[in-house]
């Protein structure tokens, strides 16, 4: 499977629950691929050269552990993770247990990808609890239902950039050119919404595409912040109808965001992690619902051909793999403190 040359419209129809996901005004990379993660929306979007090729719906990080704001970057991936358990999760367990080996039970899923700085202790991976995304829930890592952690995980490059935003409202047109606009909540307190940035925006862009706009319903929108998207410019029951384009509101244009021009990134190698790696950030234990398929381990020699379908030249200074801890014996992966984690 090839990472780049699909049209938009064909992932899209991919994935029919997202196909009509609101996206924001961010300008993603116009060279190589960008992840995007709207905390309010609980949503990741993946760019490739400035075109949107997936979204996704994911849990991020609650109130008291949030998800850190800013640039990362993708770093390496640990598929059949096993959870190396914190300190202080250890004491309020009181069982003896320090590792939750790869399986149903683990709370990694099947595959861990690190994000940002080893010490932010920050990682995108997938859940034995498919129900609890999307959510604001977390530790401060992100987590994905395991079927798409596993695919977001096959197709992302380690040394991409990770941009985490925060943005409460989205304002799309549709493929009949309508104006549809999407509030939500503020889970963080950020209280960021320019709503005269989006009022100004929207004013400009009836007036450029000469239509009219339904104010009681975009007042209404910015008053419930339910996550839905609601025509502004079209009778209520009508659908929308993909694929999205965003518009530039935050800065009260009426033009559409464009990619950032960046210079082309260098090619680099994925840094695959030895299966069964240790990883050691703050999760939730929970059990697999019943009724829920759990997910199995991933075959070692399934993996290898995945990742080999993608080939990249070498990088020049790879960074070594992480050993599992012998049993009984500890050593903290990939950061310094279990704090404000997972």
């Not at 590792?99 to 990808?113: D, R």
Request: net charge positive; proline share 12%.
């Amino acid at each position: 499977m090839k990472k780049f040359g699909f049209s938009l419209l064909a992932l899209t129809l991919g994935s029919p629950v997202l196909a009509n996901t609101p996206i924001p005004d961010f300008r993603p990379a116009a060279e190589g691929q960008h992840v995007v993660i709207n905390i309010p929306q609980q949503r990741l979007f993946l760019y490739t050269n400035g075109r949107l090729t997936k979204a996704y719906p994911v849990a991020v990080g609650k109130a008291m552990t949030q998800t850190n704001l800013g640039e990362h970057k993708i770093g390496p991936k640990a598929f059949n993770p096993t959870w190396y358990i914190p300190k202080s999760i250890q004491k309020t367990r009181k069982d003896g247990v320090k590792t939750i080996p790869p399986g149903p039970n683990n709370p990694l899923g099947p595959v861990f990808v690190r994000m940002g700085d080893p010490k932010l202790g920050l990682g995108i991976h997938g859940t034995n609890t498919p129900s609890s995304v999307p959510g604001v829930r977390s530790h401060g890592c992100v987590r994905m239902k395991s079927p798409d952690a596993l695919e977001f995980a096959k197709t992302i490059s380690s040394g991409s950039p990770a941009s985490v935003i925060y943005q409460m409202a989205t304002l799309n047109t549709d493929a009949n050119n309508n104006l549809w606009l999407a509030a939500y909540r503020d889970p963080y307190n950020q209280k960021n919404l320019d709503t005269a940035a989006l009022r100004k925006s929207i004013a400009a862009w009836a007036k450029a595409h000469g239509k009219t706009v339904n104010t009681k319903r975009v007042e209404a929108v910015l008053k419930n912040r339910s996550g839905m998207i609601n025509c502004l410019t079209c009778a209520s029951g009508v659908k929308v109808k993909g694929p999205l384009k965003s518009v530039a509101w935050t800065s009260g244009s009426a033009e559409y965001t464009q990619p950032k021009p960046v210079p082309k990134p260098a090619p680099v190698a994925d840094e695959i992690m030895p299966a069964g790696s240790a990883i050691e950030v703050d999760a939730e234990i929970t059990k697999p619902q019943t009724g829920v398929p759990a997910h199995a381990p991933i075959p070692v020699e399934a993996v290898e051909p995945m990742l080999q379908s993608q080939p990249v030249p070498p990088v020049q200074q790879p960074v070594p793999p992480q050993q599992a801890p012998a049993a009984g014996q500890y050593r903290p992966i990939e950061r310094e403190s279990t704090d404000n984690l997972f």
